[in-house]
């Protein structure tokens, strides 16, 4: 069954460890995603996701702006980044590990996602809506994004290690309407 982010309730954040003190976050305020979820054989489900690079949005626009240059993400030559998920693993509990293809610079390595299935319920309109969290980490690094600056008192300006957190809502695709309307 179809179902489409809502994106107005949904959150990509990403952190990173700033002088190896604190945690740095930020998040994507543009993006994209359909799921096929399959409630009876949730291994046959699966999700698509598009990010708007360009829409990194970490609070400081001067940082924004280091991240959207060639140094970080090059938005100009690689504007989006995507997940295509390949597995999912029921766990139980509503938990399940999702496997999937990261693609940032145009270059592609497996991650896996531990998602959480938070609610799924009938709004006020009627509309199903499932509620999810996820985590995932990779090495930055995989994807290119290598600048980084030595700081005197040893240690680096950025960590390599980025944590991913995903709060998501999706709509169910109304599909007896859309079988209404064609006949």
């Known amino acids: 069954m179809a179902w489409e982010l809502d994106t107005a309730h949904s959150l990509i954040e990403f952190s990173v460890k700033h002088m190896m003190i604190s945690t740095a976050k930020g998040r994507f305020n543009t993006f994209s995603g359909t799921l096929d979820l399959d409630e009876q054989n949730p291994q046959a489900s699966s999700v698509d996701v598009t990010i708007d690079i360009g829409s990194v949005n970490t609070g400081d626009l001067n940082r924004d702006g280091h991240l959207r240059n060639a140094d970080f993400f090059d938005v100009e030559h690689y504007p989006t980044a995507t997940f295509t998920s390949t597995q999912v693993e ?4 509503d938990r399940y590990r999702v496997y999937g293809d990261l693609t940032i610079r145009d270059i592609t390595h497996p991650v896996t996602l531990d998602v959480t299935v938070e609610a799924v319920i009938t709004d006020l309109h009627g509309k199903r809506r499932a509620g999810f969290s996820a ?3 990779f090495n930055r690094k995989d994807f290119g994004l290598n ?3 030595a700081l005197e008192t040893g240690g680096v300006l950025v960590s390599d290690k980025v944590t991913v957190n995903i709060e998501a809502q999706a709509v169910q695709a ?3 309407e859309t079988t209404a ?3």
Request: charged share 10%.
């Open 174 to 176: 109304v599909e007896a």
């Open 135 to 137: 985590q995932t980490s």
């Open 147 to 149: 600048w980084n600056v």
């Open 90 to 93: 029921p766990l139980g509990d």
């Open 181 to 183: 309307a064609s006949a």
